[in-house]
């Protein structure tokens, strides 16, 4: 437990002892955020289940390598055949290494180096930034591979929404989609109106989500009994409310709306201000769903 508080006080110290607009400090982004990928990627398999089979695939896929055998008999095709993108990416890593934890180390590595990226590109203070990748999903990093990987991946694609050229984000898409299925729900951001909705219409449309997602026959049960999200996990469709997601997605509406008048109506900001509230709104309409929070990365 200590451990992760010097973790999560490290960026707290940065940003509270820099002035505001002196927060862009790409060597303190770089370094900590290698810090972070060492940590998780030398973890000895920690994070779960999830990641001992990933694990136990890849050293499916270094054996078929080493022998020169046959790919399609590995146990990656069984479990993610249509996550092309994800077995290219075992099949790679099998011709350097066959030890299972240099492969999560460089897969690791590869979500950190995106998640550099990203942040660096479309936030202006580093160390809130990472305080809040920290307090979101930092825990997911060591267990969610695929889906995180996912993520990282679409995320070099909002810079196209911006732009508004739709074949350079259909190629990110694509590639993260290969790599987690998952990430065919970003794709209508794309089509998202790049302009300000009126408080009123957001209120709305977040109660309208919230009671949608309440209901016992609510929209999200036919998405997820149907969906290719995630065809091998448990969905809890019909489970308990999930309190933290209503009160996570609160929590930033109010830091929105509060703020709101003040957001500049630019593409960029414009853009990541719809995102933060689609990611509200996915909270909110899966609120009881086990992996609404996954879903709304």
Same mark, same amino acid.
């Given at each position: ?59 499916? !896929?270094?054996?078929?390598?080493? +022998?020169? /055998?046959?790919?399609?008999? %590995? =146990?990656?095709?069984?479990?993610? @055949?249509?996550? &092309? ?119 709305? !449309?977040?109660?309208?989500?919230? +009671?949608? /997602?309440?209901?016992?026959? %609510? =929209?999200?049960?036919?998405?997820? @009994?149907?969906? &290719? ?69």
């Amino acid at each position: 437990m200590w451990l992760y508080l010097l973790i999560f006080f490290i960026p707290v110290f940065f940003f509270l002892s820099t002035n505001p607009g002196r927060n862009q400090h790409s060597s303190f982004l770089f370094l900590f955020l290698l810090g972070l990928s060492l940590f998780v990627g030398f973890s000895d398999m920690f994070g779960g289940y999830d990641r001992y089979i990933y694990g136990e695939i890849f050293d499916n !896929i270094a054996d078929a390598t080493t +022998i020169k /055998g046959d790919y399609s008999d %590995s =146990l990656l095709y069984n479990f993610y @055949s249509s996550e &092309i993108g994800y077995t290219f990416l075992n099949v790679l890593i099998s011709f350097f290494t066959e030890n299972r934890y240099i492969f999560i180390l460089i897969v690791t590595l590869i979500i950190y180096t995106l998640l550099f990226v990203s942040i660096k590109k479309y936030t202006v203070n580093y160390p809130l930034a990472t305080i809040l990748f920290l307090g979101l999903w930092f825990f997911f990093t060591f267990t969610y591979l695929r889906q995180v990987l996912g993520a990282t991946i679409v995320w070099l694609g909002i810079q196209y929404v911006i732009e508004r050229k739709f074949w350079k984000f259909l190629v990110v898409f694509l590639i993260a989609f290969s790599m987690h299925n998952s990430a065919i729900i970003f794709f209508p951001l794309y089509f998202v109106p790049r302009r300000k909705f009126s408080p009123r219409l957001i209120v709305g !449309i977040m109660l309208s989500l919230l +009671i949608l /997602g309440l209901s016992p026959n %609510s =929209l999200f049960q036919v998405y997820e @009994s149907n969906s &290719i999200v995630e065809r091998h996990a448990d969905y809890n469709a019909s489970g308990g409310l999930r309190i933290p997601y209503i009160l996570e997605a609160f929590f930033f509406l109010y830091l929105i709306l509060k703020n709101y008048s003040d957001i500049p109506n630019d593409k960029s900001y414009i853009v990541l201000m719809n995102m933060a509230l689609i990611f509200c709104g996915i909270l909110l309409f899966f609120v009881r769903s086990e992996n609404g929070g996954r879903l709304s990365w």
